[in-house]
């Protein structure tokens, strides 16, 4: 399931800055010097990551106006945390700038930290009370989190940047600054994607392998081909990208059953050379699947590896978006294209660019089509509902939310405002034929919705609101809420266990665990000996595996689950 999560988006810097950009003769290597800009251990009701450095798929939307500036990508690193959280300095030095000419409103500061490196602490709620010529300690406390959009519901965090001491250069804070940086990407505002150039798609998938930004340079990611597509902006696709009838994707849906895997060492790793991210599993749990070109002779298409039988990637499917069980592939254009897989029949549907969320029985499809003006948490999506050869319906207008997925085959589930001014968002059930809806929960705002394989549950956190409304919950369809003791990165595993690794930094290895709603208990179960890299791991539909990108060697490992 995928849930339309409000991207918090830096202001681009607007003002000239003449300097010539040091060389690198004259700036401190990246060997964690510094430390993180907000205290304390990361919650619910502190702080989380947010977006990354880096060529993230919301900045790649923007790269030809708001992040135009820093060559089109995200070029400081987001923090999630309420308005007038303390902001700390990552690191010793001199006050340069109070407000000055950097963007990143309404307030800014810069550090310049006597190394060739300068941070700039952006959108802070005020005026910071230090003045230029100061010296700040690391640690010591410089200003408070504030709202890019001004309003602290819309879009509270702090950008966080590393530029060179002649604003001209920008690096990714993440090797510069001594944190679990993979325990860190468990948990945030939303997906944690990069956008993909399909000529060269393994490069810059990682969140510590992302390129320096210069001022005011050429594009770094103006993509011939690229992927995902963005929404409203894809021409009209007539056929799916490569040779469909030379692949072995239809294979994987006749399958009777998924390979013997007795005495494969546990956890293993299935593909070599770091080559992949996203992997998602195929329907009979046999196969991991992802977007991979190994060669450059080789097409960009959907690679698998068979996991029972460990062999190198086969192109199994041409690159698309595809329903759960693999019936139907989807390629967002204008309109969107649409092909059965079984038979090759093709369907062309108004989607406006959009993906879209597959019903359980495939007979209809939904979509979200959300505005690109105004504060998130007051944009207007309108969520639509169609049958493959139908009319595109709209079904109703949301506001900070949307469509989160399906919950049986005349429920939707849905996030969002009914008014724009309303102060909190609702979990809600709108029920296609009556037409009617129930308010399951509300809250500031649901992060991580997750609804059960049966669509009789749904998980998901609450942070930065009221502590009382902050931490991890279940509800049920019919409105029974429960608060779980404890706070991590979760998947469902079948229709009442939930696997999960828990969000403790420093440990050396991620663990996983899985609670159980029947017992409303939780027992450990795994190691898995390295940790995950940026939240990629994803449980197989029998339940019984896990595919995870290792930090030891960014390979694709899979962990068979007690
Ligand atoms: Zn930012």
């Known amino acids: 399931m995928r849930w339309a999560v409000p991207v918090f988006l830096a202001w681009g810097t607007t003002l000239a800055h003449d300097a010539a950009p040091l060389p690198d003769s004259q700036i401190a290597r990246p060997a964690g010097q510094f430390g993180l800009p907000l205290q304390g251990p990361p919650g619910p009701s502190t702080w989380l990551l947010g977006q990354l450095y880096g060529n993230t798929t919301g900045a790649y939307r923007q790269r030809n106006t708001g992040y135009r500036a820093g060559q089109g990508i995200h070029f400081g690193l987001d923090f999630l945390a309420r308005c007038g959280t303390p902001v700390v ?9 109070v407000d000055g000419p950097h963007g990143s409103p309404p307030h800014n500061l810069v550090i310049d930290h006597g190394n060739g490196l300068s941070s700039l602490y952006g959108h802070l709620l005020e005026r910071s009370p230090l003045r230029p010529g100061s010296r700040v300690k690391r640690g010591q406390v410089v200003g408070k989190v504030g709202d890019s ?6 879009a509270p965090h702090l950008h966080l940047e590393i530029r060179d001491s002649s604003h001209q250069r920008f690096f990714n804070p993440i090797p510069y600054i001594a944190a679990d940086w993979d325990s860190l990407s468990l948990v945030g505002g939303f997906s944690r994607t990069f956008q993909r150039d399909l000529d060269n798609p393994h490069r810059w998938q990682y969140p510590d392998r992302q390129p320096q930004a210069r ?32 692949l072995s994707g239809p294979a994987l849906l006749s399958r009777a059953s998924r390979s013997e895997t007795q005495n ?16 998602i599993w195929s ?25 029972g039988q460990p062999t190198l990637p086969r192109a199994m499917l041409p690159l698309a978006h595809y329903a759960p069980n693999l019936a139907y592939a989807i390629v967002p254009g204008m309109p969107s294209l649409i092909q059965r897989i079984s038979d090759g029949q093709r369907f062309f549907l108004n989607t406006q660019g959009n993906n879209v969320f597959w019903s359980p029985t495939n007979e209809r499809v939904a979509w979200n089509t959300t505005s690109t003006q105004g504060n998130f948490d007051q944009r207007s999506t309108q969520v639509w509902v169609a049958r493959l050869e139908g009319a ?22 849905l996030t969002g405002k009914r008014t724009p001014t309303d ?28 609804p059960s394989p049966d669509g009789r549950w749904i998980v998901y956190y609450v942070a930065f609101d009221r502590p009382e409304r902050n931490g991890l919950f279940v509800v049920s369809r019919e409105g029974e809420k429960r ?19 828990p969000l403790v930094l420093d440990e050396p290895n991620h663990r996983l665990y899985e609670y159980d709603l029947r017992s409303n208990a939780s027992r450990r179960l795994a190691d898995l000996g390295a940790k995950v890299v940026g939240d990629q791991w994803q449980i197989s539909p029998d339940g019984q595996r896990v595919v995870f990108v290792s930090s030891r060697d960014r390979n694709l490992w899979v962990l068979e689950l007690p």
């Not at 992927?227 to 030379?246: E, H, S």
């Not at 079904?395 to 429920?411: A, F, S």
């Not at 029920?431 to 705002?445: D, F, K």
Request: hydrophobic share 35%.
């Open 89 to 97: 300095a990552i690191g010793d030095g001199v006050v340069t700038d």
């Open 149 to 154: 959009q001004f309003s602290c519901t819309a």
């Open 215 to 246: 001022r005011g340079g050429p594009l770094l990611n103006n993509y011939a081909r690229t992927w995902p597509p963005v929404p409203g902006t894809n021409a009209q696709p007539r056929t799916l990208p490569g040779n469909f009838a030379g």
């Open 264 to 279: 494969l060492p546990n956890p293993r790793p299935i593909t070599s050379g770091g080559c992949c991210v996203n992997p």
């Open 283 to 307: 329907p009979d749990s046999s196969t991991v699947l992802f977007l991979d070109k190994p060669s450059p002779q080789s097409p960009a298409a959907i690679y698998g590896v068979l996991v």
């Open 392 to 413: 595109p319906q709209e079904i109703t207008t949301l506001y900070g939310g949307g469509l989160v997925g399906w919950l049986d085959e005349e429920t939707l589930l």
């Open 423 to 450: 102060a909190l968002r609702n979990l809600e059930t709108l029920h296609l034929r009556s037409g009617e809806r129930r308010i399951l929960t509300s809250a500031s705002g649901m992060r991580s919705i997750l």
């Open 483 to 501: 608060r779980l003791d404890w706070f991590g990165s979760y998947r469902w595993r079948d229709a009442r266990r939930l696997v999960y690794i």
